[in-house]
């Protein structure tokens, strides 16, 4: 067999031939277009740009932006203009995404290049071929994902590939493992931290803004970073922000745990698991919400803010995320798989998921229900309460010196006795007290039902609330962005509803939205109601 | 069981207040935004717009734009902008693509509104989990990407489902018809039109130029609309149009065809299997080539552009599409069941792809070695030759009156009296005739053998060519924009080569192209010689 070898390096005759002046004309000038590209790399050459003519660049190459100096390269995706307003053929032009990469100013000399495809996309082919990817494939992924090197269809690609029965619940651990391990992790130097953690999909479902302060009254470590709203009309950071400040700083949220045992913040700020945020971004328009992906992004999130204690809560419903008792044992054994593995104490609870919690949705209005809650007032909702004792027993119960099947009473009592309204009174006040208004928008419209045809019915019965329906519907008035907007729902599944009478009543504080919520339940009430 | 009846339409009180005062506030001046966006609809829309802050929308949205017409709505993905320069905040803007279709001046009144995915976004689902889709679904989500109501995740999302193991033979009939059936077709009013596609990756298999004046000659039809290189150093109709004018309008094509019953033109004009198009600027970033999508695409073309008779190459080689002889009859298996399905008489060969075909690489160079053959000329490159003759015998035995096993006779005849010499001259002159020119770009540079280290061995032979490398070599170049650059191997597979020989020579005719592809020649030079 004869000795192979690779003839490189050739002899280049004159290879100082390739003098400076060559390279010089390679140059392009850094240009700010201050275009939000959400999550992607993308940088913009001029049609008429010599490097477009001559090195065969075309709209979606992959680039890579040197800047002269050791950095490694930038990878971003290519766009091409024909407006030499928008750019001149000697600049390149860098959405703010990579702008703020990048971190020089604007007519700074650049060179670029075609860039190789991420290495690590080998292994995205290879999990569309149906392969299963190990620990270290998992986390080549997510580091090229992290430093921008995926374009949007790269990530796309990946998602799909992980997609139902792709993926494995190994896999599920390694890809958790690989997305905590590309982020920063908070460390609260205690043994048991506890957290909570709704699949979501129920409207006014603010659970945890009574959990924190049951939990915290009774002496345990909940500090709780939540989200603001993305698709729902109102985060639990957007409602607990009604009452008080949520954007703080890691400091001061030590001193607010350190003193308070718990907190109620937003979590945007940390850089936990940015992986899941950047797959997030495309996974939604997408609506793409599978299992092994729900679970690493939820669990990476929690283990990266430091908790060692978690409650999953999983409500099932007709128009909940998981719809059967069994999808949601399978999640529930899924989540239970990674959370060991990852050495997370893991519980699962599977509740009600039929219809919105609470009758406000939408911040202001959500935050009036957990406050009438913690004050014990008689026109509390009583299934947000009876849902919150409930899973603040499964938490407390974390706790070793708490006896199985206590921790209700124990959860009940610390609410009855007034010492979870009290702890949330000093929670508020240790992250910054707000000039709560819960005073709802100021147009309102009852929605009411119409069921007569021949008017001889004179009543009927709610048989089930559109949880997504609903929600759209609070969404269109203005929340989460007007706090003071959303739904209030007057009657709620098994009550009994004359002709006429009000279902729910839409708050808003701008006339535009107000006639769009108003035309969207005009369409579509999303109520159910049995003759 | 009670009787379930959907509560709508509610009752509105005063439904009039939605005025028209409200709804005016919704317009927005419509923009163009000179950003070629590649197959995607764009529209930007500025952070302080009123709508962006009431409405939720947000970067990656889904959008629909009406101009108040009863036309049916755009559908576009949302950009956000930061700059005033760019786009007010009560302007919509649109990037090219979306621009066109609107076909409204700038400053037209527009409303935008959510937009729901598109309706056969269920059918990705299905098939992403696993489910096999009907003809149908492939036609809804073909009728759907056609009408530019897929994002570009959208569009990877459906390539990832399809991909690999995912999809039946009988999927790729539906995709294949569903992809014709969204486009137009060509009739050319004859009962046998034959074509012959490569399915590609070798470097100047320019056997097409040579197979169309063999058939023609022999008086058989052989429209052969070809594309322009995308990823390769050059396609038919670049290396042709060194030749003759290959942007012909259909009544011309239609002209040269009754004539010399051949012609070589562009097909992009053609809205030839557009699904096909728009998939492909998502395949390629992506490298993805999966063999349902390839097959569904070449055969979509072929039926769409008129042929009833289809020669297949596939060539098989460690750096071809194909890399075993296995993966090629498997592949050839599936293009002779989907090309039974749909009606067409398809023959598939598996050729030798170690190594490009012919000796120049890049239009003119490429062109060269085509007229050489045709001339017969001494120098002219055999291998080229040889396969050439190999495949017009195959397709002349498509004509029933050609006798099993005399194709590759009858097409040698055709070529040594020069027949096809004199075809291929009728049809440049039909198409219209360039002043040709093959004279190879000013700047060359010879790449030689560096193998000896000991200074004992003196020559070696050839073990392989990447074509892969040697294609990219050629395009730095500047092949296929500068008809004239490329790439002219002096050695192939099996040549002895002494130390210091020079195995290619690069040619360009611009300095900085040329630095590059010298400094990747450098880098790797694409051979492997064994000693």
Known sequence: MPDIVKS??????????ITNENIEKKKLKLRRVAIDTYKENVVFLHRECDLYRSEGFQA??????????????????????????????QELGLSEQIFQQMDMPEGTDVTINHASPPASLRHVHKKIAGHRLDDAAYLAICKD???NRYSKIEIAAFLVGCAESGMEREEMYSLTQAMVATGETLNWGESLVVDKHCIGGIPGNRTTMLLVPIIAAHGMFMPKTSSRAITSPAGTADTMEVLAKVDLNPDKLREVLKKEHAFIAWGGNARLSPVDDILIAVERPLSMDSPGQMIASILSKKVAAGSTHLLIDIPIGDTAKVRSQSEAVKLRKLFEYVGDRIGLHLEVVITDGRQPIGRGIGPALEA????????????????????ALQLAGRILEFDPD????????????LLDSGRALNKMKQIIQAQGEHDANFEPGKLQRDICAEFTQSGQEKSAVVEAIDNFQIAQIARLA???????????????VGDKVNQGEALYTIYAEFPSDFDFAIAAANKNNAYTLSI
Not at 78 to 85: A, F, G
């Open 8 to 17: 490189n390096p050739p002899i280049i005759k004159n290879a100082n031939e």
């Open 60 to 89: 979606l190459n992959k680039v890579e932006i040197r800047d002269g100096a050791d950095k490694p390269p930038l990878i971003a995706v290519l766009n091409i203009v024909d407006d030499c307003d928008l750019l001149e053929p």
């Open 145 to 147: 994902i992290v430093e």
């Open 368 to 387: 009036r229900d957990v406050m009438k809650v913690l004050q014990n007032s008689p026109d509390a909702p009583l299934d947000l309460r009876e849902k």
């Open 402 to 413: 708490v006896r199985g099947g206590q921790g209700y009473h124990l959860a009940r009592d």
């Open 478 to 492: 203005g929340a989460p962005m007007d706090k003071q907007a959303g739904v209030y729902l007057h009657k709620k």
